[in-house]
């Protein structure tokens, strides 16, 4: 049993719709919260197929790797990919088998990124508890996420549909050279918008467009349409990646699982970083300053200094404003798409996803 199932017929309300539903009731959102609900209704026997089988993952060894892929996938993930798979099969003939092993893979193919992460960013901290390679580690968080990579490319194959595993493949390939553009501009201060957005494109972007895609493949949806949905994941995941940067400057620790500041600790300039340099033109030097340091920790009086620009410039507004509009492209480009319960539940995410606050 994993952290966020029961198995009794329903799922813990620990999903990211279901934080969303919760956030969004009694704060204006009243009509917003009313569409997480019935999305909740429309999921509920998928995401329960979803969590059974991602349980059973990693059951094959006790080695180090195998308990590191086991521990996080126990923990409290959003599970947000598999739901664009299984509400992208809802646009065509529904959930089925197809649908589901796509919604674990890409669920594992997240995790393996994230075991690799913690070891290259020297995490402490992964949704909310001791990160893999703590408890076993690196080597073993290493080899956990190979693990799940390898365990989600196999499922993807045994489906039989050609261009599905294609397609993950060049993703994979994607997030690879987005991870090694990064890494090569950690502790550049001064680097591009246009570069950031490359990164969160092949990063995150790259991810949520394939599950849209799977989601429709194993559908039967038309290829036009699949295109549509497609385009729906791209904004769709570059708005996630926006709002989980914002968070790191403005979100509530005990929400999201993870400290302050952890980006910039990184030496990762993300766009609400960019933009307050952008407005505080004296910002720059400091941060210079803090990323030529052999100290990794983010000095008090400059935390402040940031948290006081990001309000006082807006720049956590318009953040979040520009999420909404990236929202906003992902409910028109759904458009063409007949209307269903299954169109309903994707434009009630696209429209919460820059209101989450985990």
């Known amino acids: 049993m994993t952290a966020t199932t029961t198995f009794t017929g329903t799922v813990q309300r ?8 919760g956030m969004c009731a009694g704060r204006g959102l009243d009509a917003l919260a009313a569409r997480l609900a019935e999305l909740r209704r429309l999921l509920d026997g998928d995401l329960v197929d979803i969590e059974g089988e991602i349980a059973k993952v990693g059951l094959d060894g006790e080695t180090p790797a195998h308990r ?66 703590v408890i076993y580690g690196n080597a073993a968080s290493i080899f956990g996420g190979d693990y799940l990579l390898l365990d989600a490319l196999s499922k993807i194959q045994a489906v039989g549909m050609t261009d599905v595993l294609e397609r993950v493949l060049l993703v994979i390939k994607e997030m690879v050279v987005a991870e090694a553009l990064q890494l090569a501009s950690r502790g550049r201060v001064r680097t591009s918008t246009g570069e950031y957005f490359q990164i969160v494109d092949g990063k995150t972007a790259s991810l949520f467009r394939w599950a849209m895609f799977a989601g429709a493949r194993a559908g039967g949806v038309s290829e036009p349409l699949c295109k549509a949905l497609e385009s729906f994941g791209t904004s769709l995941g570059v708005a996630f990646q926006l709002v989980d940067d914002v968070l790191d400057f403005a979100g509530d ?31 720059t030097p400091a941060l210079e300053a803090h990323c030529a340091s052999e100290d990794t920790a983010v000095e008090p009086e400059l935390g402040r200094r940031i948290a006081q620009i990001m309000v006082e410039e807006r720049v956590v507004d318009d953040c979040l404003e520009l999420a909404s509009r990236l929202c906003g492209d992902a409910v028109r480009s759904i458009e063409p798409l007949p209307e269903s319960p299954a169109k309903a539940a994707l434009e009630g995410v696209a429209m919460s996803t820059p209101r989450r606050r985990r």
């Open 14 to 21: 620990s999903d990211v719709v279901s934080s969303l539903g």
């Open 68 to 133: 590191s892929a086991r521990h996080l996938l126990g923990l409290n993930g959003k599970r947000l990919r598999p739901i664009c798979v299984a509400l992208a099969s809802h646009i065509g003939s529904g959930f089925n088998d197809a649908a589901r092993t796509f919604a674990v893979a890409v669920e594992l193919v997240h995790n393996a990124t994230l075991l690799h992460d913690d070891v290259v960013d020297l995490g402490d901290r992964r949704r909310g508890a001791d990160a893999a390679r």
């Open 253 to 283: 620790p005990e929400a999201t699982g993870k400290a302050l500041l952890t980006d910039l600790r990184e030496g990762k300039m993300t766009y609400p970083l960019l933009l307050a340099m952008e407005r505080d033109r004296e910002l």
